[in-house]
């Protein structure tokens, strides 16, 4: 039996839209298949919003995979302060990432949504590899 709440208290939600409408940002859709996510796309980045009780949203994004537990003032200003900027340099990329030569478009934004999925994209191929390999070795 799950402890999370099925549905987001109005009490609530407002007071999220409200804290994210005073930074700047806007509250994005119910991520479809769920109740209680919502998504915020704010300065090219894609925010997931978990409500997960007593005011408390899971803030999901770059450099947060598993959620981090924050209250609505909190994510708000986590989400603003992150807005990629077209006018900084950005976190610079290794040479390379898992023994892969990091992409020269990913390497001078490491930090973006694009750099991201290339991550999870070569962490994937080298995960099957490496399941390849040893069930060749196995037979």
């Known amino acids: 039996m799950s402890i999370l709440p099925r549905h987001i208290p109005a009490v609530h939600l407002t007071a999220l839209q409200e804290e994210l409408a005073a930074a700047g940002i806007t ?3 119910v991520k479809p298949g769920t109740r209680v996510t919502r998504i915020v796309d704010h300065g090219g980045i894609r925010w997931e919003l978990k409500f997960v009780g007593h ?6 994004g770059p450099g947060i995979e598993h959620g981090v ?4 003032p909190e994510a708000a200003e ?4 992150a807005a990629l900027d077209a006018d900084e340099p950005g976190i610079p990329a ?5 023994g892969v030569p990091v992409p020269q478009e990913y390497a001078t934004r490491w930090d973006s949504p694009e750099a991201v999925a290339w991550r999870e994209g070569a962490g994937a191929a080298l995960a099957l590899a490496s399941l390849r390999a040893v069930t060749q070795t196995d037979s």
């Open 94 to 98: 290794p040479s390379t990432w898992r």
């Open 27 to 29: 509250l994005g859709p």
């Open 55 to 60: 005011g408390y949203w899971c803030v999901t």
């Open 78 to 81: 986590h989400i603003a302060a």
């Open 69 to 72: 537990g924050m209250d609505a």
